[in-house]
């Protein structure tokens, strides 16, 4: 096969859960979590869970349970739950939809939060923004600011993910993204204050940020939409989006959506396709076969069957076209390659 000039050979490796949270994995501490007791934050309803599974939180619906879990609705229960955690010197891992991660079979170490309650939309009528809490979902965020006649999010409406992890990754879809419509975002720091950041302070590139560093949490974020269209013409225009995203790509199966990021100037699905690995299966996982980008859990699959087929592709395109695609999924938490 014919290597573009603008191509360079690279090593490819998956990039996993940092060293210093996978030194959080012991069999005996994650046996004795199975003894723990739920812990009450700040004399609320709202209660630190232990041993909780994350299979259901996730789109691939995959993967093994939190040592701790814990869904806030408010900042200062985020905080308190943050806190609760360092205090432990637990490591803290936040989670959105799940639409956008793998974690591994063995859970994961620490305090996950679950932002899906930090919940909330203020609009404003007389400067077309929109301020909108993290755990609120992309889509029905388009389709309301669609019936408003507000343009700008139309293209997020197949995105099946939250606003937090929408910011943090700079989604995107149709040629637009958050980056062009972001004002700003209110994340918590480690220190506990609430910082105000620009997106010129985001670093942001394609499908990624400085957020994704760790360590701040998104709280909430701002977003600037163009006021005064028909709200019929908006709604048919987000529809056209979400219709022509159904029907190209694989939504009967569970999975994670785009899996690498397009590397250009060919994109991800069109390289492994040439590599003949359309319909390719290790144990339930598939790459799809409308769509070689996405992979499936056809049933019964594990996190490390995904996790082996990613590993697989990324060395077959490499091998091919001397060429490493970067997952866009995050891989959380202890695997091991066969």
């Known amino acids: 096969m014919t290597l573009s000039p603008n191509i360079m050979p690279t090593t490819c490796q998956l990039e996993l859960v940092p060293e210093s949270v996978q030194a959080c994995y012991s069999p005996s501490r994650f046996s004795s979590m199975l003894h723990s007791a739920p812990v009450q934050l700040m004399d609320s309803d709202c209660i630190i869970k232990p041993h909780y599974s994350l299979s259901t939180l996730t789109s691939f619906q995959v993967g093994g349970p939190a040592e701790w879990f814990v869904a806030p609705r408010t900042v200062d229960q985020l905080k308190a739950?943050?806190?609760?955690?360092?205090?432990?010197s637990l490591p803290v891992t936040l989670l959105g939809a799940g639409s956008n991660l793998l974690i591994s079979d063995r859970g994961l170490p620490g305090l996950v939060?679950?932002?899906?309650?930090?919940?909330?939309?203020?609009?404003?009528e007389e400067s077309g923004r929109v301020v909108v809490g993290a755990g609120e979902m992309m889509p029905l965020l388009a389709q309301r600011l669609a019936k408003r006649g507000w343009k700008g999010f139309e293209w997020a409406v197949g995105i099946p993910g939250t606003v937090g992890g929408s910011v943090v990754m700079n989604a995107g879809a149709h040629q637009g993204c958050v980056e062009d419509i972001l004002v700003s975002v209110d994340v918590l720091n480690p220190d506990g204050t609430i910082e105000t950041l620009s997106p010129n302070q985001l670093g942001y590139q394609y499908r990624t940020s400085n957020l994704q560093n760790g360590g701040r949490y998104?709280?909430?974020a701002t977003f600037q939409l163009a006021?005064?269209?028909s709200p019929r013409l908006v709604q048919e225009e987000t529809s056209s989006h979400l219709n022509r995203r159904h029907s190209t790509q694989p939504y009967d199966r569970p999975s994670c959506g785009s899996v690498f990021r397009n590397p250009g100037p060919h994109s991800a699905g069109w390289l492994i396709e040439q590599v003949g690995l359309k319909g390719h299966r290790i144990g339930g996982a598939q790459v799809a076969e409308r769509h070689a980008n996405?992979?499936?859990?056809?049933?019964?699959?594990?996190?490390?069957?995904?996790?082996?087929?990613?590993?697989l592709v990324q060395s077959t395109v490499q091998r091919n076209w001397q060429l490493c695609l970067e997952p866009?999924?995050?891989?959380?938490?202890?695997?091991?390659?066969?």
Do not use: P
Request: proline content about 0%; some cysteine; overall charge positive.
């Open 227 to 229: 006021m005064g269209y």
């Open 218 to 220: 998104v709280i909430q």
């Open 328 to 338: 866009e999924v995050r891989i959380l938490g202890e695997f091991q390659s066969v």
């Open 113 to 124: 939060v679950g932002t899906r309650q930090m919940r909330g939309m203020t609009f404003n």
């Open 81 to 88: 739950g943050v806190t609760w955690a360092k205090e432990r």
């Open 294 to 311: 996405f992979i499936l859990n056809c049933g019964g699959a594990t996190a490390s069957d995904i996790f082996n087929l990613i590993h």
